[in-house]
């Protein structure tokens, strides 16, 4: 299947020693070169765990869904930073012609999302408590920083929940909304969120664990093709959103060239985008290595505390 939701809630990972430790030096040789020297630029420890986690998941993703091993998956990025895997494009599974992927980290949690047909994007957004230098939702602060990424409908919208506290998960969810749409499409950060509009509303218990869905205008322009769903993650939420590759951003074209099936009409975009998915799955350190590598992970580490 490649239609997957995974979760790594990185507060639950300590790794001895840190990253100077074994355990996360035998994680960091499992990825390519080029994306462990992108983890050890970062200054702070926790933004090396989530980084070493986001391309361990993603090379999970790529096993999992195309059945690639390891040292056969190479990840690029568009212009629009939105990773893909360049490899085994020939050889993509008949049930996934459009396979493609997103992954966001916030607070505490990692998250991945892939699609074997529609684009997919994913945002996980996390109270201001579990973010670096955040503290208590206060909405003229976050109004201040943020205001001009939202229209007047979507800031009237945040303003009547009233309570703080449920302003912040309006505010919250809107957010995601806005980062999963660009995220998917491979817009980069040359798009003005303004310009497209989230009507958020609650969703039925039928999609349980996704407690609400969205729709998007761009421009004024209701965009059919699109679907949003969205999860709480614990106090954190997550939105994973699907549309037509005809969307897609790409400059240079290669990510465009994976893509085997562009040619959907309206209708199927639209069934595919509203295609029933299950929820995110939380999963430990062991889940996100190949078996191949499990030996030598269970000789440094003693007791898994996600076991």
């Not at 008949?94 to 945002?123: I, K, R, T």
Request: glycine share 10%; aromatic share 10%; proline share 5%.
């Amino acid at each position: 299947m490649a239609a997957l939701r995974i979760a790594f809630n990185s507060s639950r990972w300590a790794p001895e020693g840190e990253d100077d430790g074994a355990e996360f030096q035998y994680l960091l040789s499992c990825v390519q070169e080029d994306e462990a020297e992108q983890v050890r630029r970062f200054r702070f420890f926790e933004d090396k765990q989530r980084a070493l986690v986001s391309r361990l998941l993603q090379r999970k993703c790529a096993e999992t869904c195309l059945g690639l091993r390891w040292d056969e998956i190479l990840i690029k990025r568009t212009k629009g930073k939105k990773p893909f895997v360049a490899s085994g494009v020939s050889e993509r599974p008949e049930g996934a012609p459009n396979f493609n992927y997103n992954v966001s980290h916030e607070g505490d949690y990692v998250v991945l999302a892939s699609e074997p047909v529609c684009l997919v994007g994913v945002d996980v957004a996390a109270p201001g408590q579990s973010r670096k230098g955040g503290g208590p939702f206060d909405l003229d602060r976050v109004l201040k920083s943020f205001g001009s990424a939202f229209t007047r409908d979507e800031l009237r919208n945040i303003e009547c929940f009233g309570d703080p506290a449920a302003q912040d998960g309006a505010f919250r969810r809107n957010w995601s909304c806005k980062e999963a749409f660009t995220k998917a499409r491979g817009d980069g950060v040359g798009f003005e969120l303004k310009r497209c509009e989230f009507t958020i509303e609650e969703a039925g218990e039928g999609l349980l664990p996704y407690t609400h869905t969205a729709e998007v205008s761009v421009d004024g322009d209701l965009l059919p093709g699109w679907s949003f769903l969205l999860q709480p993650l614990g106090d954190h939420w997550v939105t994973v959103a699907r549309g037509p590759c005809s969307d897609v951003v790409d400059a240079h074209g290669e990510f465009t060239k994976t893509l085997s099936r562009r040619n959907l009409d309206p209708c199927g975009w639209r069934r595919e985008a509203g295609a029933p998915r299950s929820g995110f799955e939380v999963v430990g350190v062991r889940d996100l290595l190949p078996a191949d590598k499990l030996e030598g992970y269970d000789e440094i580490v003693e007791e898994d505390p996600f076991g």
